[in-house]
């Protein structure tokens, strides 16, 4: 996802930890089970989310 904005993927979990993007909207946990996950980005809601600010 990091490389479709064209920042860096720090600056993604960054904005995610901020709130910026909204848990089960903008992105998910590939496995809820697990605390580790990798997250599953809906790019479309993230790119219009980007584009509106």
Known sequence: MASSL???RVT???LKQSGYFRDGHHFRKANPLA???N????QQ???????AD
Do not use: A, C, E, Y
């Open 6 to 8: 064209g920042i860096h």
């Open 12 to 14: 993604l979990q960054r």
């Open 35 to 37: 605390p580790r996950s």
């Open 39 to 42: 997250t599953v980005w809906h």
């Open 45 to 51: 809601r993230v790119l219009i989310r980007m584009n």
